[in-house]
């Protein structure tokens, strides 16, 4: 026998006795669980901090869910890995979700992650851009032309009759307030989050304009593809659980959560920012419907309102509607 | 008779003006952002940048990120440079491939690969994979270039002694070829060195949950200006030490080649 032979025999071996090894410790572990991928909208940051403790708290474990998440960049992201089949679920936003609903897609928003809406518009004090109606004329910023920010601030514009050829958007990036403090833009859309943030990094005296005073459209949904929905009922309803679990424990547990942001989301170093973002993330997660129904619970009413919005200033072409996209039968009792 | 400069004291005296030109460019830059009350977030301050730095390090915050990087770093290079200097050994000695496939290849230089990236996750998957494939799509290409160069472009006259003793087409190439056009095929492999990181960086941009590129990210999503900077600084560092380490290795080979004198 040659030297290679040996050493190729001897690493045979090796990979069987470690592959039985394996056989042996799954079928002692005796559970079976299955894979359930949630394609995201970002990295894993600290608002999604009960998305990214699976090791540590084990909820989805808990309902015999092996989590699995998959960052992206914005919603349009999370849905086109949910459509390309590398995701079982999309957290996406509704803008994202009706572009695709536009665009023939077969889709079942099945939980409202965030029924208030967390988008604003906010300028200095100096501006005196205080309603909507001010901004015509104006220089906005946005994070990108398929971000959010930019969805909600015609959202926005529409409530006030005006539309984006009456403003001019201006593509900032994610630093979107350093464009604002030197007087680039005269507003800038951004989300609660990214408001708390720039003010701790000295953003001074600014006046908000907070969407959802406007029309409070949820912020993000679950979303399955239709034949995820028809032919995987228990699982998708035992990932809503134990998804409804992790945020109750995070609206239970803040500071934990916040201590826990640490370690597992890419951006929380510092635990106090932690927890603020964490407390606006939980305060963004109820409403008046969740009180009365649930964690989870669409308000379909608003959602059909929002798509007529899109489609009124022309991001969707297409009529939706929405109580035959959102099924709420998976949802767990509250 | 006057005393004349050694080339070893011209090189240390112009590391020491450049060390002395980055020491100034870093007060200007400290003493503008106190004079002018500069916002953190639009330019912060290089002790603000090495502070956050210093912390991260020694907090062990950036060593995974940073590991994360290095390993796609070195996986993606390998891949091109397999990639590379084999394409470049096929179009310099068959020209009718590199005539049906050189424009190709050039074309997928010229498309943007971060325009690619939400469709290597499609075909690729998440992980390291869309990244470490990124990175050897960017990379791979000088090699390919100067390995192609160096192959056909072998002594005329050292090609027809070989061809009058009837040297096979592959001891052509391995004992004339690629000896002769040695200098040219490891300038491309620096080359590719410094491009590995851009792509490693590049494609844990939208790919990653981990990396330094991936925190590039999470540090703009915070506004946190100063950790972006000091992720910038790492990848510098990190960029120049592979350089350097590149230099070594080409010089020795050159030398134990002939190419340079020992």
Known sequence: MTFIQRVGFILLAVMSCWGQAQAQVQAQSGNKTDKFTVAGWSKPITEITNLLVEEDKGFFKAKGIDLAYAPGAGGGDALRNLL????DVAFTDPGSLFAALDKGEKLRVVYDIYPQNVFNVVSLKSANITKPADLKGKRIGVYSLSSGTRQNLQVLLHQAGLSESDVTVVVTGLLNFAPLIQGQVD???????????GRQ????????????????VSSDFFVVREDTYQQKKDLIKRFLQAYRDSAKWMMQSPQEAADLAVKFAIDGQNPSANLEIIKLRNASSVSALTQKRGLGTVDVETLQKAARAYKAFGLIQNDLNMSEVVRLDLLPAP | MTKRNTPSTSKQVTLVMSAALCVCALILWEWLVRAKGISALVLPAPSSIALTLWQGLRSGYLWPHMLQTLAEWAAGLSLGCVLGFVGGLVLGEVSLVRQ???PYIVTSQVVPKLALAPL??????????PTVVMTALICFFPLLENTMTAVSQADAQQLDLFRMLRASRWATLVQLKLPQGLPTVLTGLRMAVVLAWVGAVVGEFTTASKGLGALIIAAQGSMDTALMFAVLVLITALGWVSYQACGVFERFVLRQTGFLKR
């Open chain 2, 120 to 129: 290597f996750i499609v075909w690729f998957g998440f992980g390291a994979l």
């Open chain 1, 84 to 87: 390309s089949g590398q995701a």
């Open chain 1, 187 to 197: 507003a800038t859309a951004a989300t609660d989050t990214g408001l708390w943030v």
């Open chain 1, 201 to 216: 990094k000295g953003l001074g005296e600014v006046n908000v304009m907070e969407v959802k005073n406007f029309l409070n």
């Open chain 2, 100 to 102: 049906i496939a050189l």
